[in-house]
């Protein structure tokens, strides 16, 4: 017979089945850790634990099931004030409706959470929601609006790594440009004035 195991336990568990791939383990053990948090009144470690088994369940291409394990989440950590763990509800939550193809209402959450992640200073969460951002944009035929999202996305960065400040450089070349040429008045004069 199994031990009863502690949510702290379950857990641990789904994190590990999580890092080996297991994802329909990990989203079955985040569950089940959840209900041991909400039996113990830890609203916000349920909801914590919510997070974790929709980002198991996108891994294992559970779509919709990932959107639904979300539900009420958002608001714990509101009624919690803590923007920081709402804000990356909302980015899970605008994943999964990405991946149902919800693309609309998946940029707009998505923006949702980089404009909190933006006001808590929060840049190296940002970036792979702008990332995000930026390749649903790509998808969606919005090619300069893409480029822009993700050169939003780095430009905040303090000590990025050699990667972003190569991607920060070279996303800087069209943005330099278009701000150039967004210079020029109609006649193909500059306002240099």
């Keep these: 017979m199994r031990d009863i195991l502690t949510p702290q336990q379950m857990a641990k568990e789904a994190k590990s089945a999580y890092r080996v791939g297991d994802y329909a383990e990990a989203a079955r053990s985040f569950e089940a850790a959840r209900h041991g948090y ?3 009144n830890d609203a ?3 909801a914590e634990m919510a997070n974790n088994c929709s980002v198991s369940l996108l891994q294992a291409g559970e779509n919709e099931a990932a959107l639904k394990a979300l539900e009420g ?9 803590d923007r920081k763990r709402q804000a990356m509800t909302l980015g899970n939550q605008a994943a999964a409706l990405d991946a149902l193809g919800r693309l609309e209402e998946a940029e707009q959450i998505y923006w949702q959470a980089a404009g909190i992640l933006k006001e808590l200073g929060e840049t190296e969460l940002r970036l792979p929601i702008m990332q995000s951002i930026s390749a649903l944009q790509l998808r ?7 480029v822009a999202s993700m050169y939003a996305g780095v430009e905040k960065i303090k000590n990025p790594t050699l990667k972003q400040r190569f991607l920060k450089r070279l996303l800087g070349i069209p943005i330099q440009l278009l701000n150039n040429q967004s210079k020029e ?3 193909g004069t500059n306002d240099n004035s």
């Design 44 to 46: 916000e470690m349920a």
């Design 73 to 81: 989440s958002e608001f714990v950590f509101i009624q919690a004030g």
């Design 140 to 146: 969606t035929g919005r090619h300069l609006q893409a």
């Design 38 to 40: 909400l039996s113990a």
């Design 185 to 187: 008045l109609p006649d």
